[in-house]
């Protein structure tokens, strides 16, 4: 089964700095999605990506899928308190697309500090 | 409005005892799943519904049964609960094509803990 790995675990960054998250897969990636999860909240979709060398921008949040299609980079530009909480990544269980449900990493805590 | 609603949004419980957790969403969506977030925080599902109909379980124990009175509706009973079931079980919702692009709408969860 299709395992996604996310690095860092957590992440302090000061407000106003960039960052970036990582997320590995160990298959070919058909479909990569990244979610967000306030503490305490349920999940939030942010944007997904389907071709390899495909880059998404939502507000200040922009994510990109690598041409071999294994790996999933996000990268928050001047960082806001309002940025702060849990990114995920998911992938679809099968290769077919994620209407069978997808399958997420442990997703990265993301402190934002004044 | 709360578009996907999980009711008890916490629920304490004993070893044995048997509970349901009941979600409902307002979008007119076709599809709805059930998550499991366990201590670990892994995010994994457990039961997908299409139309009513059980696409996927993904090697859940037969404790946990899924039911769809109807389109918006899917909840969840738990047999014989034990300890290991503690965690936060989401509920989500989405049309088949929408999810087909991994858009889903998530509850806010239910956490679940069995002393």
């Known amino acids: 089964s299709q395992e996604l790995e996310q690095s860092p675990q957590s992440l302090i960054v000061q407000e106003g700095k960039n960052l970036t998250i990582n997320c590995t897969s160990s298959k070919t990636l058909y479909g990569l999605y990244w979610y967000k999860q306030k503490y305490g909240e349920g999940l939030i979709f942010l944007m997904m990506l389907q071709k390899g060398g495909e880059e998404k921008s939502h507000e200040k949040i922009t994510a990109k899928l690598d041409e071999k299609k294994q790996q999933s980079s996000l990268h928050i530009t001047a960082s806001q308190p309002s940025h702060a909480g849990i990114y995920l990544c998911g992938a679809p269980v099968v290769s077919g697309g994620g209407a069978d449900g997808l399958t997420f990493g442990k997703g990265t805590h993301l402190i934002i500090q004044p | 409005d709360t578009a996907v609603s999980q009711t008890p949004k916490y629920l304490v419980t004993q070893m044995g005892n048997d509970k349901s957790i009941k979600c409902e969403q307002n979008?007119?969506?076709?599809?709805m799943y059930w998550y499991k977030q366990d201590s670990k925080k892994f995010l994994k599902i457990m039961f997908s519904?299409?139309?009513?109909?059980?696409?996927i379980n993904e090697t859940v124990p037969n404790r946990f049964s899924p039911k769809s009175p109807d389109k918006a509706h899917l909840n969840l009973h738990i047999n014989s609960l034990e300890l290991g079931d503690s965690a936060v079980y989401f509920c989500?919702?989405?049309?088949?094509?929408?999810?087909?692009?991994?858009?889903?709408?998530f509850g806010e969860g239910s956490r679940l803990t069995v002393l």
């Open positions: 989500a919702s989405s049309t088949w094509k929408q999810a087909n692009t991994g858009e889903l709408f």
């Open positions: 519904y299409n139309n009513k109909e059980l696409i």
């Open positions: 979008l007119g969506h076709d599809t």
